[in-house]
């Protein structure tokens, strides 16, 4: 089925890092929403994004709801080792009848 | 808030066996739930999306017989695997949101089916 562009696939970087990860897609959502997973457990929503432009914060995570309503980018500041683990992006529109259309994920590992 | 509870976390079971997997939203009224599947390094899959008091509507591909789900309650869906065999072992992933619209869905923790 759809899905959305998620970017990078995986990420290796060194506790105390910024990390950047995106999403784009070729249809256009009302709703843009980021998750992470640990193993063994179900997704936890970490953001929600419900107008264009938007950027909202959650501690050390930043996320944005692109001006074209196509992308929304996820950055986390100064990792910590618990920040390990599978990010997604999921999109919402009326046209998907409000179900999530799901990125791929992008595995975070920290290196010790 | 917005807590999704999901049991049993673990199940293993023979070939043949029924298994019912439940979904509870704790502290507000879930309109809809979602059942999704996931397979190991992959995002998840939606198998139906589960309306309170109507039946659910599945994905193609995904046979309503095998899986069927029930939610009574706004509080409570059900997943039952009927008959199970190997190849149904998975993850399977409940979800619940208080409307049908433009509100995020909250997660349970999942239960790991695997069939012997």
């Known amino acids: 089925g759809q899905q959305l562009n998620q970017s990078p696939q995986s990420m290796f970087i060194q506790e105390g890092e910024d990390v950047s990860m995106n999403c784009t897609s070729s249809?256009?959502?009302?709703?843009w929403l980021w998750y992470k997973q640990d193993p063994g457990e179900g997704p936890v929503l970490l953001i929600a994004?419900?107008?264009a432009g938007e950027l909202t914060s959650n501690g050390r995570l930043t996320a944005q709801f692109g001006i074209t309503r196509k992308d929304s980018f996820l950055n986390i500041s100064a990792s910590i080792p618990s920040d390990v683990g599978i990010y997604f992006c999921?999109?919402?529109?009326?046209?998907?009848?409000?179900?999530?259309?799901w990125g791929a994920g992008t595995k975070l590992i920290i290196k010790p | 808030g917005a807590v999704v509870s999901q049991h049993p976390s673990w199940v293993i079971c023979k070939s043949g066996t029924s298994v019912k997997i439940e979904c509870r939203s704790l502290?507000?009224?879930?309109?809809?739930m979602f059942w999704y599947r996931q397979f190991p390094k992959q995002s998840l899959m939606l198998m139906a999306t589960?309306?309170?008091?109507?039946?659910?509507?599945?994905e193609q591909g995904v046979e309503k017989d095998k899986f069927l789900i029930n939610h009574a309650s706004l509080t409570l869906s059900t997943l039952t695997v009927t008959s199970a065999h190997p190849e149904d072992s998975s993850f399977y992933i409940c979800?619940?949101?208080?409307?049908?619209?433009?509100?995020?869905?909250?997660f349970g923790d999942g239960t790991r089916l695997s069939i012997l």
């Open positions: 979800s619940a949101t208080e409307t049908a619209t433009n509100q995020p869905q909250h």
């Open positions: 502290d507000f009224q879930a309109t809809t």
């Open positions: 589960s309306n309170e008091g109507s039946k659910a509507t599945y």
């Open positions: 249809s256009i959502f009302n709703t």
């Open positions: 994004l419900y107008k």
């Open positions: 999921a999109g919402q529109s009326r046209d998907s009848n409000y179900q999530l259309i």
